[in-house]
């Protein structure tokens, strides 16, 4: 080992020990450390594991402090080139995507429904096979998770999901990054989703308990996750010792919880049916009546882009906001997901104990 790296993993291990926000951090090699994901593709969570999504956020966190805060020159994707094919526009998607990929070396290509018509001028299974010699990996932003299905299943590299109607983990990934990084360890918090029972929420629920997270859900009615993800999602809680709750009443939701967490009440497609959305929904503004329920330290996250409908302004750009971290670490976890399915890049600093 060179003395620099020596030096850099000294000097992260003695930040690390030191207390964050009350919480120690504490550090564990874990089964995660044998994880290999080379090759792999990530259309949802459901299908990682614990220690497969343990290392990601392992990853993820290395990279970060590598390139961020040791400004070191990592072009692990020296030579690779990422195909984006977004047919829903994205500010945190693309950008992430785009310089991530690009600060570690690689050339990022960006489609969008006039670049490329995917399953009109060209089926699916063309594009997937025409992409598979052209590039090393493709990230899809797509209306049908049934897109992104048929991609993988024709396609001989990676394919990543940076979002379907049914899921989206890439953001999911950000979120439990900045509540590590904020809470030290994931093990034990509870997080309470308040809002739509939408694709962000789905990956929640194939995500959360596999990291020892609870789960608080607040639907109105008529609005809830698909029968097939709770089933699933109370299967995983039974497996791995976590509550998983399901009400329409936000203020359940928010009582002891962590982390109070939302997203858009009206997704891309369905402007139709906002006033309707607009109706149904009131009473799900999260203020901070909301958290007077929560726990002490409680915290606030957004996916963005936020409407005034879902959270006020004395929450949003208060303190206990972390939306602004947590949009910035799409970026590095993006970063640590790329590498992983690219590469057989072992992270340099001590793993977290989550």
Not at 207 to 230: D, F, M, N, Q, R
Request: neutral net charge; hydrophobic residues 35%.
């Amino acid at each position: 080992m060179s003395s620099k790296l020596f030096s850099v993993n000294s000097t992260l291990y003695k930040c690390l020990k030191t207390v964050h926000n009350g919480h120690a951090q504490r550090f564990s090699s874990g089964a995660a450390s044998a994880v290999n994901l080379k090759g792999r593709s990530c259309l949802t969570l459901k299908d990682f594991s614990s220690d497969e999504i343990k290392k990601l956020l392992w990853m993820s966190g290395d990279l970060k402090h590598r390139i961020k805060h040791e400004k070191e020159y990592l072009p692990l994707l020296r030579g690779k080139s990422l195909a984006m094919i977004f047919e829903k526009r994205s500010t945190r998607t693309r950008m992430s995507t785009e310089t991530g990929f690009a600060l570690l070396g690689g050339h990022p290509c960006f489609l969008t429904s006039q670049d490329i018509h995917l399953g009109v001028n060209e089926s699916s299974t063309d594009t997937a096979r025409v992409l598979s010699g052209l590039c090393d990996i493709v990230l899809a932003r797509v209306y049908n998770h049934s897109t992104l299905e048929e991609l993988h299943k024709e396609a001989s590299i990676p394919i990543i999901n940076g979002l379907s109607d049914l899921f989206h983990p890439i953001q999911i990934l950000a979120d439990f990054l900045t509540l590590q990084e904020h809470y030290g360890s994931l093990s034990g918090l509870t997080v309470s989703w308040i809002g739509d029972g939408n694709n962000v929420l789905h990956s929640f629920m194939m995500t959360a308990a596999k990291l020892g997270v609870h789960l608080k859900i607040a639907t109105p009615k008529g609005y809830e996750p698909e029968k097939s993800i709770v089933q699933e999602a109370q299967r995983l809680s039974k497996q791995h010792g976590t509550q998983l709750v399901l009400t329409s009443d936000p203020m359940e939701a928010a009582h002891g919880t962590n982390v109070l967490v939302t997203d858009t009440w009206v997704s891309m497609g369905q402007e139709e049916e906002k006033k309707k959305r607009l109706k149904d929904f009131q009473g799900y503004q999260i203020t901070m009546q909301t958290g007077s329920v929560a726990k002490p330290d409680w915290t606030f996250l957004h996916c963005l882009p936020r409407k005034m409908e879902e959270v006020d302004d004395q929450v949003f750009y208060s303190s206990r906001s972390l939306v602004f971290p947590e949009a910035e670490n799409r970026k590095w976890t993006i970063m640590g997901l790329m590498v992983s399915l690219l590469t057989d890049y072992s992270p340099q600093v001590p793993m977290l104990k989550f």
